[in-house]
T-cell receptor
Framework: AQSVTQLGSHVSVSEGALVLLRCNYSSSVPPYLFWYVQYPNQGLQLLLKYTTGATLVKGINGFEAEFKKSETSFHLTKPSAHMSDAAEYFCAVSNAGRRALTFGSGTRLQVQP | GAGVSQTPSNKVTEKGKYVELRCDPISGHTALYWYRQSLGQGPEFLIYFQGTGAADDSGLPNDRFFAVRPEGSVSTLKIQRTERGDSAVYLC?????????????????FGEGSRLTVL
């Protein structure tokens, strides 16, 4: 069984501030981890993913995430928020035995001017 | 088109009616997924096709829900005797199969969804 917990359904930051969106997962086997972003009235699109290898992964638009096995976490960060980052962010997990992604409940990011 | 296409974008129906939602995946993508997203929730897995066959239908909530992909391309999600609780956005995604340990290491490409409202 696998699951994802996203702490904080809403996060608000000022433009230029650090963005930190939290994701913890549960998986009985080594996980594959993903962050997706959903802009208003658009489909989900992949930000970044971890499968194997380097635990710090970089994605689009300056986002990155670090896989920490000991903490079962895959938090998403960006050093400096931009107004265009306002969106809903979803963390997801899969593994070798289950192709379908399991998503968290999402975190809505607001960026204040 | 270049992306995953879903029709209709909006569907309003009455309780008890039958509904079909269509998904046209990216050309060449062998894997196709259906998800359901309720308000304030993340996408919830329904069913996954590899080619024409349903490889995993463990997410279908009950026997009112059924999906087909007869030619390995377009898929239709069918909901019988709709209930108000079926109201949600139904998302379709497609992907190439990735090599590796057998898990889904590849990116899923999502459509914009079909919003179903059951009155």
């Amino acid at each position: 069984a696998q699951s994802v917990t996203q702490l904080g359904s809403h996060v608000s930051v000022s433009e230029g501030a650090l963005v930190l969106l939290r994701c913890n997962y549960s998986s009985s086997v080594p996980p594959y981890l993903f962050w997706y972003v959903q802009y208003p009235n658009q489909g989900l699109q992949l930000l970044l993913k971890y499968t194997t290898g380097a635990t710090l992964v970089k994605g689009i638009n300056g986002f990155e995430a670090e896989f920490k096995k000991s903490e079962t976490s895959f938090h998403l960060t960006k050093p400096s928020a931009h107004m265009s980052d306002a969106a809903e962010y979803f963390c997801a997990v899969s593994n070798a035995g289950r192709r379908a992604l399991t998503f968290g409940s999402g975190t809505r990011l607001q960026v204040q001017p | 088109g270049a992306g995953v296409s879903q029709t209709p974008s909006n569907k309003v129906t009455e309780k008890g009616k039958y509904v079909e939602l269509r998904c046209d995946p990216i050309s060449g993508h062998t894997a196709l997924y259906w998800y359901r997203q309720s308000l304030g929730q993340g996408p919830e897995f329904l069913i996954y096709f590899q080619g024409t066959g349903a490889a995993d239908d463990s997410g279908l909530p009950n026997d009112r829900f059924f999906a087909v992909r007869p030619e390995g391309s377009v898929s239709t999600l069918k909901i019988q005797r709709t209930e108000r609780g079926d109201s949600a956005v139904y998302l379709c995604a497609s992907s190439l199969l990735s090599s590796g340990r057998g898990g889904n290491t590849g990116e899923l490409f999502f459509g914009e969804g079909s919003r179903l409202t059951v009155l």
